[in-house]
């Protein structure tokens, strides 16, 4: 009888399992006599002081691998990185954003996931829809933490209408399960003006802040729509009007809680404070910035990060080239990212530094975060311009680990276009001072936000 398995691609150079002798291609069976049934459990069963391994090698011979270890990675990569199939999702959002993609782009664009285990390992928010029973107990078993949560809206029947899926409103009965066990989660609103917003955004934040303290903080996002909605749900986009109206909901509420708990918990993406004309709030009342992903104080962080990274050089300790350069983001971060450059550029006027806008004209002009921007939009844009010595370029901009635009357009190719050098830049304040004025980043270099702010759209 063939044993059940996960094949190991890779061993980490100067890890345990090169120690151990383990090597790609062979088998991992059991841990402490235990069967893995996928990463949850290998992360648990790995995060022990000692273990036995159980190992089939290439030969079919059997190892058993004794280690003693201070929860220290192993360094194996096996070839399916949550060691069983990925759980799509079994909804359709009204809102979705994959819904909203032409045709005609790469496979994996198209693939919507709703896995809790992507949830630990990368930060997505589920919707708890096709989570089992039997998934919630391991969560809880395993003591894994935080798990992210796409709320949306707190009314069953809402909830069922916004995701298609008759379901969708019993799934929230699985936050008292993980209240409960004291399990700490995020969540997630993605707001949709005449759907979930006014009363109904009331009682969503009225009904999660019963599970203070585990559920750490919400974040409130407005829907992004983009010109492919051809057959989809009618939505309209915020204005200030109705952005001002978010706005003072959740800030009343943000007071509300700090009066109580000392935490703000309820968030507005900065696009919302954009689109309604207002200052975004002091640092204090992000409470550490827990929604940073979802574009939550991101600019405000930017700022104190550049003035950080500033504070910490010296000219006079530093030899800064004269040079003209370019950076290229999205509409909305625009105008806060050239406010950063003019700051930059005072302390050290070496530095010619052009801002660009781009038009998000492949998706539509209601997109207008960085990550959503395509190479084919940059290059249009930016041909005729003075682009300098070199072209800056968020890290958001391309596809994770790569450098291929949303398009499939290359760096390469956006480079020989426009005849400049594309430097990709980390996302952080420290990253941008560094990247313009050209120098290494040191290794210890500060956690930062994604200066361009992301929304990229994940893979």
């Known amino acids: 009888m063939e044993r059940q398995g996960h094949k190991i691609r890779a061993i980490e150079p100067g890890s345990i399992a090169e120690e151990l002798e383990l090597e790609p291609g062979d088998v991992l069976l059991e841990i402490n006599g235990n069967p893995i049934q996928d990463v949850f459990d290998y992360k648990y069963y790995e995060d022990s002081e000692n273990m036995v391994m159980l190992v089939e090698k290439a030969d079919k011979e059997l190892w058993e691998l004794e280690t003693w270890h201070d929860y220290e990675d192993l360094g194996i990569v096996f070839e399916n990185s949550l060691m069983s199939d990925y759980k799509s999702c079994c909804n359709k959002c009204i809102f979705c954003f994959i819904d909203q993609m032409p045709p005609g782009m790469r496979e994996t664009l198209y693939f919507k996931d709703d896995d809790s285990r992507l949830s630990f390992l990368q930060g997505n928010y589920i919707t708890l829809t096709n989570m089992k029973d039997e998934d919630i107990e391991r969560i809880i078993r395993f003591h894994l933490a935080p798990i992210n949560i796409?709320?949306?809206?707190?009314?069953?029947?809402?909830?069922?209408?916004?995701?298609?899926?008759?379901?969708?409103?019993?799934?929230?009965?699985?936050?008292?399960?993980l209240y409960e066990a004291q399990v700490p989660m995020n969540g997630q609103i993605v707001l949709c003006r005449e759907f979930n917003d006014g009363a109904e955004l009331e009682r969503t934040i009225h009904d999660l802040r019963k599970y203070l303290p585990y559920m750490e903080s919400v974040s409130v996002v407005p829907v992004g729509l983009s010109k492919f909605r051809d057959g989809l749900e009618p939505l309209k986009p915020f204005d200030k009007e109705s952005a001002e109206a978010a706005l003072e909901i959740i800030e009343r509420h943000q007071r509300e809680i700090f009066q109580e708990h000392g935490t703000h918990f309820i968030h507005a993406s900065d696009e919302f404070y954009i689109l309604a004309g207002r200052e975004l709030p002091d640092e204090e009342r992000y409470d550490g910035y827990p929604q940073l992903e979802n574009g939550v104080g991101m600019l405000r962080l930017l700022d104190r990060e550049v003035t950080d990274a500033l504070t910490e050089l010296s000219e006079e300790d530093l030899f800064i080239e004269h040079e003209t350069i370019s950076i290229a983001t999205g509409l909305l971060a625009y105008p806060y990212l050239k406010k950063q450059v003019e700051k930059i550029t005072r302390q050290f006027p070496q530095k010619k530094v052009h801002v660009y806008a781009v038009r998000n004209e492949f998706f539509g002009e209601m997109i207008t975060v960085a990550g959503l921007l395509t190479g084919q939009d940059l290059i249009r844009q930016l041909q005729g311009k003075e682009l300098g010595q070199r072209l800056l370029l968020p890290c958001c901009m391309f596809r994770s680990g790569e450098e291929v635009f949303l398009d499939d357009i290359t760096r390469r190719q956006a480079e020989n276009t426009l005849q400049v050098p594309v430097n990709i830049v980390k996302s952080g304040g420290q990253d941008l001072v560094y990247g313009i004025l050209g120098l290494e980043e040191p290794e210890d270099g500060m956690e930062g936000s994604a200066f361009y702010e992301g929304y990229e759209l994940r893979e």
């Open 150 to 177: 796409s709320v949306h809206t707190t009314n069953p029947e809402l909830r069922c209408r916004m995701l298609h899926n008759r379901f969708a409103g019993e799934a929230l009965k699985k936050i008292d399960l």
